[in-house]
């Protein structure tokens, strides 16, 4: 079949402009034919990534958070002052979060201004969409001495020098993103900071929320409220502020993101590592809560989203049926918690698109085409789809839960190939 699409990001046509699309589609630089069998996808919209913790991919994952962050994440994302070994990271995980879909990607970089910068620039060389953060920590007790910004004053301007380095990438397609790592690596004058300099620029925000019990006990011990209490006072829950994990929401609280206008990036298998708890999905959007899937690289060991979607899928399942069997059956789970398939993709595309505000996550008219093409048919895969057994609704399930990224044939970023 061969789809129609405008090779860009554009408006529906009046009746008036159809012409000139068709004439934009006829001279466009690549028409693919897909096979039969193939299906035709929106890309993946990764809500949570820690770029710097490529390398560290699935590892250290018996210890509790704290532990992790300290014996493997510092000294690792410490070494990205070295800007050569920043730039081989990033050449390497852009293209091979491409290749599994991944068309847009919100990223956390390290602390180094010239490391994000290099990051920023792979995505637009690479043609990935993405908001790309440094990261500003100065807390004393919750970083290392070694990796931290100096003070408060220096890590909101480090921020500020970002944002316009980011911007002078010059791709409409990569921006820039205000990154505090999480209350406990921040001192209060570097979140006032740091929400100062979002309202002043428009800037999203991103940020970890109320992740785990330690993160939350931490809060509430420092602050005297909740972890998205404090961060909203410092005016970082914003329109389309990304708050990576939110496992311990309460109704409140969800109605003070729900009413900012900020999401979360949920985060299903780094979540039952250090959470704590699952992530209610249907309980935030029912509060009005924007929702969007991430995988938490590296705290989440797989990179790609479509095993993302299951992963949403399996938690929601135990969080409604419950895990331990010392209780009886009504005790022991959380009634209508669980999603299917269909709402899984929808969190990895539309659901993110909405979080972070961007013109994608569906393909249709005014949206910008960030697509992928899933074969059904590959030797050796192992998607199966059997005559007069698997309709439509079947098959969509088996791709989105077998396939795998030699399964994706085919990748584009507003209109243009970008899978290798």
Same mark, same amino acid.
């Given at each position: ?15 008036r402009?159809?012409p000139?699309?068709?004439? @934009? ?10 096979? *039969?069998?193939?299906?035709l ?9 820690? @770029?710097? &913790? ?11 958070l ?14 990205? @002052? ?30 180094h ?96 929320? @109320? ?7 931490y809060?509430?011990?420092r ?73 938490d ?5 797989? *990179? ?5 979607? &299951? ?9 409604e ?17 669980r ?51 698997d ?15 030699d ?6 970023v ?7």
């Amino acid at each position: 079949m061969t789809p129609e699409w405008s090779p860009r990001c554009t408006t529906d046509p009046t009746p008036r402009e159809r012409p000139a699309a068709q004439a @934009a589609l006829d001279s466009a630089t690549e028409r693919v034919e897909l096979t *039969p069998g193939t299906f035709l996808m929106p890309g993946l919209v990764d809500l949570h990534i820690h @770029a710097p &913790q490529w390398p560290q991919l699935g590892t250290g994952l018996d210890l509790p958070l704290e532990r992790w962050l300290f014996d493997y994440t510092f000294p690792l994302e410490a070494r990205y @002052a070295d800007t050569e070994f920043a730039a081989a990271v990033w050449d390497d995980l852009v293209p091979s979060l491409l290749a599994m879909g991944t068309t847009t990607a919100v990223y956390f970089s390290s602390n180094h201004l010239e490391a994000t910068t290099a990051l920023a620039r792979a995505c637009a060389r690479h043609g990935q969409r993405a908001l790309v953060g440094r990261v500003a920590m100065d807390h004393p007790d919750g970083t290392p001495e070694w990796y931290r910004d100096a003070t408060a004053s220096a890590g909101v301007e480090a921020s500020k020098a970002s944002i316009e380095a980011v911007k002078a990438v010059g791709s409409r397609r990569v921006e820039p993103i205000i990154t505090p790592r999480f209350a406990p690596a921040c001192t209060d004058a570097l979140l006032e900071g740091l929400g100062e300099l979002a309202a002043a620029t428009g800037v999203r925000v991103q940020t970890h929320c @109320a992740e785990s019990d330690w993160h939350c006990d931490y809060a509430l011990d420092r602050f005297g409220v909740s972890d998205s209490t404090a961060l909203n006072r410092f005016g970082l829950v914003r329109p389309h502020t990304v708050l990576a994990h939110s496992d311990h929401l309460t109704a409140d609280e969800m109605a003070i993101v729900a009413g900012q206008g900020a999401g979360v990036a949920h985060c299903p298998l780094s979540n039952a590592y250090f959470a704590n708890a699952v992530f209610g999905v249907r309980k935030a959007l029912a509060a009005g809560v924007g929702v969007g899937l991430g995988s938490d690289i590296a705290g989440g060991a797989r *990179p790609g989203l479509l095993g993302g979607c &299951q992963d949403a899928v399996t938690v929601s399942r135990m969080l409604e049926d419950g895990v331990d069997p010392a209780l009886g059956a009504p005790q022991r789970g959380v009634p209508e918690s669980r999603i299917d398939t269909v709402a899984a993709l929808w969190l990895a595309t539309a659901g993110g698109a909405a979080v972070a505000d961007l013109p994608v996550g569906l393909i249709e008219s005014g949206r910008c085409f960030d697509a992928m093409a899933v074969r059904t048919d590959r030797p050796g895969g192992a998607i199966r789809l059997w005559d007069g057994i698997d309709d439509e609704a079947r098959a969509f399930e088996k791709v989105v839960r077998l396939a795998t990224t030699d399964d994706i044939s085919h990748v584009w970023v507003d209109g243009k190939s970008v899978k290798q």
